[in-house]
């Protein structure tokens, strides 16, 4: 049933009656803390949550209860990093539903906020935890295993034209390295469970004046082949992800990723030289 409603989360971001509802592939906060996906009735404090998900259509008009939710960062976080994200849009019925980029100093104070994970794309399809850094993207990674001072994320949701959650990360080169090109572990290339079964495709990048890049699709199976689009792109001092999941109003997020993927990346290069 937790698979299941993840996979709703995704679907639901492709119907134009809801806002700010992003799924992602959670797991117990000992293991993929910070991470989950969006509820549109959650309170005004900070919500204790379980890997398990809620949806709730959200009402049009706004504004988003959730933009309540306190950043569980530490301190202040570089302000040049929201800067560095790509513009946002909506449509306008949806626009004061969409929550703002958010930037977390780490360390997390709070590693069962949806504060980050509002903000996030996962997939239905999770695999081992050597798999969250391609099934429920970098956010998760960085919580799990970089959660320490000097290191800070930027995240947010798009809505349109094409639904995509970016992600910036800084901090020390060696997490930098990590993040950017770690090899796929053959357990990810082909997950089977009881819901959701698929896998981690990669696909070839090249972004002009990068360090490096790489994209990749989570697959699914029948109706759904693809559940996400990605592509992670090493800058000079950051990490950028972008994250596009499936959506009926385009047949071809890959394609539309590789352009935004680009610009995403001159974007953070030029704000954060």
């Not at 959670?26 to 549109?40: D, I």
């Not at 499936?246 to 995403?264: K, R």
Request: charged letters at 10%; proline letters at 13%.
């Amino acid at each position: 049933m937790e698979a299941m409603t993840r996979a709703l989360a995704i679907l639901l971001t492709v119907l134009p009656a809801l806002a700010g509802v992003a799924g992602c592939a959670t797991r117990a906060p000992a293991s993929a803390p910070g991470v989950a996906a969006a509820s549109s009735a959650a309170p005004a404090a900070t919500p204790s949550i379980s890997t398990s998900v809620s949806i709730v259509e959200m009402p049009v008009g706004g504004p988003n209860p959730e933009a309540t939710i306190p950043n569980p960062g530490t301190g202040p976080g570089n302000p040049l990093l929201a800067r560095a994200l790509l513009p946002q849009s909506a449509p306008p019925r949806l626009a004061p539903t969409q929550l703002p980029p958010g930037v977390v100093a780490l360390p997390d104070r709070d590693l069962r906020s949806l504060f980050i994970g509002l903000r996030q794309y996962g997939s239905p399809v999770i695999g081992p935890h050597a798999c969250d850094g391609w099934t429920a993207g970098l956010s998760a990674v960085v919580l799990s295993s970089y959660d320490q001072p000097g290191v800070q994320l930027g995240a947010e949701l798009v809505m349109r034209p094409l639904g995509f959650a970016e992600t910036i990360i800084t901090g020390p080169p060696s997490v930098l390295d990590a993040l950017a090109d770690p090899p796929l572990p053959m357990a990810c290339r082909d997950i089977a469970t009881p819901h959701y079964s698929g896998g981690v495709k990669p696909v070839a990048a090249t972004v002009p004046g990068a360090v490096s890049a790489r994209a990749f699709q989570v697959t699914g199976t029948g109706k759904f082949p693809v559940w996400i689009w990605a592509e992670v792109i090493r800058g000079e001092n950051f990490v950028l992800e972008i994250r596009a999941p499936v959506q009926s109003a385009n047949p071809d997020p890959g394609a539309a990723l590789t352009t935004i993927a680009a610009n995403a990346y001159q974007r953070a290069a030029t704000v954060l030289a």
